[in-house]
């Protein structure tokens, strides 16, 4: 491990306890174990064959730990070129791991035709302002039906929220709130 590099560690399934660094990248906040944890206990009655997409997929955390948990496939998307780098490496600890990284700004990867996803996670970059335009661009497509989207923000971030997305759970820490929406349309 390089100096200035951290560790998380996969919460369950397969993988349960193995590690993954995570790198010293300027804005880069993996989310923590304790709040993946409880998302991931939110998740469990859905988890299994479901289709993934993290959008901004810095550590990678969240795509690693579906797939654990027996999702069919995740796909990790990260815009910056370092931190894709450092998720291929990772990917070598995990063969045939059916995770696929893609190089590429959320927003761009959003305006190609769509493929439904299972399973959404929304957890952008803070005070860029990437939420609404993503979450615009999500209703073109990209949502199966009942699809589940879990969004994490600033404490006191606002965004807008689509009339079929139903709340199923919230949580709030000291610097973040995180939400899990139900897509009832479909």
């Given at each position: 491990?390089?100096?200035?590099?951290?560790?998380?560690?996969?919460?369950?399934?397969?993988?349960?306890?193995?590690?993954?660094?995570?790198?010293?990248?300027?804005?880069?906040?993996?989310?923590?174990?304790?709040?993946?944890?409880?998302?991931?206990?939110?998740?469990?009655?859905?988890?299994?064959?479901?289709?993934?997409?993290?959008?901004?997929?810095?550590?990678?955390?969240?795509?690693?730990?579906?797939?654990?948990?027996?999702?069919?496939?995740?796909?990790?998307?990260?815009?910056?070129?370092?931190?894709?780098?450092?998720?291929?490496?990772?990917?070598?600890?995990?063969?045939?791991?059916?995770?696929?990284?893609?190089?590429?700004?959320?927003?761009?990867f959003l305006n190609q035709t769509p493929t439904p996803f299972d399973l959404i996670f929304l957890d952008p970059p803070f005070h860029k302002n990437l939420l609404n335009p993503t979450i615009d661009l999500l209703q073109k497509g990209w949502l199966a039906p009942r699809a589940l989207i879990y969004v994490e923000?600033?404490?006191?971030?606002?965004?807008?929220?689509?009339?079929?997305?139903?709340?199923?759970?919230?949580?709030?820490?000291?610097?973040?709130?995180?939400?899990?929406?139900?897509?009832?349309?479909?």
């Open positions: 491990m390089k100096s200035g590099e951290g560790k998380i560690r996969i919460i369950g399934g397969l993988w349960r306890g193995r590690k993954l660094v995570v790198p010293d990248v300027v804005g880069l906040r993996p989310t923590p174990d304790r709040l993946r944890e409880t998302l991931f206990n939110w998740l469990m009655p859905y988890i299994d064959g479901a289709t993934c997409l993290d959008l901004f997929a810095g550590s990678g955390a969240l795509g690693f730990e579906t797939i654990s948990r027996g999702a069919q496939h995740s796909v990790l998307i990260e815009e910056n070129y370092l931190i894709v780098q450092h998720l291929q490496q990772q990917l070598q600890s995990f063969p045939n791991a059916p995770i696929k990284i893609i190089h590429q700004n959320a927003l761009s923000i600033e404490k006191n971030g606002l965004f807008n929220i689509p009339n079929h997305w139903e709340l199923l759970r919230q949580q709030q820490s000291r610097q973040t709130q995180s939400f899990l929406f139900f897509n009832s349309e479909g």
